[in-house]
């Protein structure tokens, strides 16, 4: 039964993307650890687009590699914040069904090279990775693009149309992602999703993307 906690648990799927299968090229030393900062939607944006802070949480990634009888272990801390808005679901009633999550992940950098893959990853790789690790999104189909400006930088945001559930009644899901930028020392994915028959909705997701800026998130 998909439900409001499923929803986060695919948009959390985004902050797994940093894997580092097969860089056996950083043998060699101690372990290699690389922790994301925090990033926030502007209060400014929230009181405009009606959205409450949710929670921040880690996802941690560590693999330990192994080549010519040497070994390494790299961890990798990944930050996630998100916000909700309760929603008017028609027969399903007055429901947390708008969620937006900024995602931040650290810039592997190890001699000299860089291995998180999300940030050569498009929209569609990772909306397509969102679908494969919640099984309640299904029939993915991209919808349009925009531009949007994230922290001074221009990037893509693209919308997906999806068929999905909410407590055993199916939905139609509306899915905003956004292609990595930099911020700082890490890169940023944002993710909005929130059911079809939101009117408008997709105008406030684009806001909370363009209000994401560094820092931890107010509580």
């Known amino acids: 039964m998909t439900s409001r906690r499923a929803y986060l648990a695919a948009v959390g799927a985004v902050s797994g993307v940093a894997s580092l299968a097969g860089c056996?090229?950083?043998i060699g030393g101690g372990p290699a650890t690389f922790e994301a900062s925090p990033s926030r939607v502007s209060q400014p944006v929230l009181d405009e687009t009606g959205y409450s802070f949710d929670g921040l949480t880690e996802e941690v990634t560590e693999e330990e590699f192994s080549a010519g009888g040497q070994s390494r272990t790299v961890e990798v801390t990944n930050k996630l914040t998100t916000y909700d808005r309760t929603v008017n679901l028609g027969p399903l009633g007055e429901r947390v069904g708008a969620i937006f999550a900024a995602v931040t992940t650290p810039q592997?950098?190890?001699l000299g090279r860089e291995f998180n893959p999300v940030e050569k990853m498009s929209t569609t790789e990772l909306a397509t990775m969102i679908q494969d690790q919640f099984l309640g999104i299904e029939n993915l189909q991209q919808e349009d693009e925009r531009s949007v400006t994230i922290d001074g930088e221009q990037t893509t945001a693209t919308k997906f149309r999806a068929d999905a559930g909410y407590d055993g009644s199916p939905i139609k899901l509306n899915l905003y992602v956004s292609e990595a930028t930099e911020m700082g020392g890490d890169f940023l994915v944002t993710v909005g999703v929130y059911p079809e028959?939101?009117?408008g909705e997709g105008?406030?997701?684009?806001s909370l993307m363009q209000g994401v800026e560094p820092g931890a998130p107010e509580e």
Do not use: A, E, P, S
């Open 24 to 26: 056996l090229d950083i």
């Open 108 to 110: 592997v950098t190890v």
């Open 197 to 199: 028959l939101l009117f």
């Open 203 to 206: 105008g406030r997701i684009r």
